[in-house]
């Protein structure tokens, strides 16, 4: 397998490998903990959980819906402050307190009639390899295990909760030959 990791700035030097990959990708499925946020969890005296998102991010997550691709969230803990984040962002599928992530996946391929190549899936934790291992685009984040590292198709150069899945989801527009209609839209006359 060859890996790519991070891009050049301009994001002109991919990897012909990987612009195959993200070109066939319809659904982009995110980890929450080390992948939306920088993995640290804060609690308050009363226990209330509260997480760190990024803005970009989100930027990054509801561009590529906007272009007819679908992000779902799958995460190994349960939080009510995840169930915000999501509806904040338009993301209406999210499982919660998942511990087999390649069962979840089997189930939305097969409700959504996909192919595995379809599927991109950021990673930064052990319990992720599963799921790398049978999608068809594989992405850990710059600060995840050295173990999933070694699992995926490309590392990120932003570390998880800081600019990596924007990272991804620009690549995957730009795959799709989109980022010229964006940047487009945000042009001023």
Not at 37 to 66: C, P, Q, Y
Not at 115 to 128: K, L, N, P, S
Not at 158 to 169: D, F, H, L, Q, Y
Request: hydrophobic share 40%; glycine share 8%; proline share 1%.
């Amino acid at each position: 397998m060859t890996k790519t990791t991070g891009l050049h700035q301009d994001y002109d030097v991919l990897n012909e490998q990987l612009i195959h990959k993200a070109r066939k990708i319809r659904l982009l499925i995110l980890d929450v903990d080390g992948v939306m946020t920088d993995g640290r969890i804060m609690m308050d005296d009363a226990g209330r959980e509260t997480k760190s998102f990024n803005v970009k991010d989100g930027h990054g997550i509801k561009m590529l819906m906007r272009y007819g691709i679908d992000v779902i969230l799958i995460t190994g803990r349960r939080s009510s402050v995840v169930e915000h984040r999501a509806r904040d962002l338009g993301i209406g599928e999210v499982h919660q307190g998942i511990h087999n992530k390649v069962e979840i996946l089997n189930e939305i391929l097969m409700r959504r009639l996909m192919g595995r190549e379809q599927v991109a899936f950021m990673g930064d934790d052990i319990v992720d390899i599963p799921i790398l291992k049978r999608v068809g685009f594989s992405v850990a984040v710059a600060d995840a295990t050295e173990d999933v590292k070694r699992s995926v198709d490309y590392i990120t150069v932003k570390n998880g909760g800081n600019g990596a899945v924007r990272e991804v989801c620009e690549i995957i527009l730009r795959c799709h030959d989109q980022w010229a209609d964006v940047i487009q839209k945000y042009e001023i006359s």
